[in-house]
């Protein structure tokens, strides 16, 4: 094997392909890993969180050496007419820190960034520049690409990181605070407290397109920000758009995206909570099946995580099913009162529904009680499918 050849070639050096590289890494030391990232950093300037409920003891300790910001004393949501705060501990990492992390516990030169791929097929993998990447086995980490197999709407947003010359006074994460206008869609304001005097507010929207009118988020932003009376500076920026799954011929997508004997991780290969779109415990889970399986040869490791894919998805329809009627049966302005029904629950329930792991009671649970939206739509929205996923995100 020569310097530039590898035992896994990982395509991506995002949320999905970095953590493979540092569980493999970690479990098989002997192994050979390479990361490949066409831009200056994985992740590009984003950040993603989680609960503590999230992951299991080894999903945890995979995390353990990150750079994580965590919080203890809970979170809040906030709703026209229900305010709370519940006790689960919540993470996050930035893309920027994750990108930092690797370099130092990874072995020197395993992430090559600014290094575009060309092509790629199982025996490896050809860059941009023409050089060749021989290795046993292939890895697309890459993100979430548009395509007409799935369907449902965007959860689009935009956020400032902030720093202060004084402390801001928020202590705990404020995960949803749907009190602001709604300005035709599903619309809520995220706060992290990143440190007492740093803070991360995020604009977000549940909409059926993935663009945002650039000027007026600003301005809705800028005015939630100005109630802080807080004098700060803009240090960051950063915007996107996460698909909202509500359904769509899952096989026929992994079909589109398959290259033989090549194994798909990430939101890439569906890897995704439908509704909420976070990525980090499945990518972790992902990450771990993986390390366990490094023996196999790069075709049986694409098989495997083809069928996690297909397992996962099946796993997920409940969410896909809420993700429709959150679109097609309520108005987009009174969206809120979907979320606002569901935080009636107990503390558990909303755990494994982030962890996307909820009970057949707990769906029970969901739906009890006085229904947010007509029944008569309702039904409508579970026979109606929802638009193609094809916009540019």
Not at 239 to 263: K, M
Not at 360 to 389: E, N
Request: glycine content about 10%.
């Amino acid at each position: 094997m020569s310097a530039r050849d590898c035992d896994m070639a990982i395509i991506g050096g995002g949320l999905a392909g970095g953590l493979i590289a540092l569980a493999v890494t970690r479990q098989r030391p002997d192994m050979t890993v390479r990361v490949f990232e066409a831009g200056p950093a994985g992740g590009a300037e984003r950040r993603w969180s989680w609960f503590s409920t999230d992951l299991d003891a080894d999903g945890a300790e995979l995390m353990e050496p990150l750079s994580v910001t965590a919080w203890t004393g809970g979170y809040d949501v906030h709703f026209p007419q229900r305010r709370r705060c519940l006790g689960t501990g919540y993470r996050s990492l930035s893309s920027t820190d994750f990108a930092t992390d690797l370099d130092r516990l990874l072995p020197a030169g395993t992430v090559s960034a600014n290094c575009p791929v060309a092509s790629f097929d199982a025996a490896g993998l050809t860059l941009a520049d023409g050089e060749r990447i021989a290795a046993r086995t292939v890895i697309d980490c890459r993100g979430f690409a548009p395509t007409a197999h799935l369907s449902g709407g965007w959860q689009v947003f935009h956020g400032r990181h902030l720093r202060g010359e004084t402390a801001h006074g928020i202590k705990r994460p404020l995960i949803m605070d749907a009190t602001v206008g709604q300005s035709g869609a599903f619309r809520f304001v995220y706060v992290l407290p990143l440190s007492e005097r740093e803070l991360l507010v995020e604009d977000t929207y549940y909409q059926m397109t993935s663009s945002l009118d650039a000027e007026a988020v600003a301005r809705r932003l800028g005015r939630y920000i100005g109630r802080l009376r807080w004098s700060h500076e803009v240090i960051g920026v950063e915007s996107g758009a996460l698909p909202v799954i509500t359904g769509g011929d899952f096989e026929a997508w992994q079909a589109e995206r398959r290259v033989g004997g090549v194994g798909r991780a990430g939101a890439h290969a569906g890897f995704v909570h439908p509704l909420t779109g976070y990525t980090l415990p499945f990518a972790v889970q992902t990450a771990l099946a993986v390390a366990q399986a490094a023996d196999l040869s790069g075709p049986d490791l694409a098989d495997l995580l083809e069928h996690r894919a297909r397992a996962h998805w099946r796993a997920t329809k409940f969410y896909r099913t809420l993700g429709s009627l959150l679109f097609g049966a309520a108005r987009p302005s009174e969206r809120w009162r979907v979320f606002e029904h569901f935080y009636r629950l107990p503390q558990v329930p909303i755990e494994r529904f982030y962890a996307g792991r909820s009970t057949t009671l707990d769906k029970l649970r969901i739906f009890s009680g006085k229904p947010p939206v007509p029944v008569g739509r309702a039904l409508s929205a579970l026979r109606t499918s929802r638009p193609q996923l094809k916009q540019a995100a």
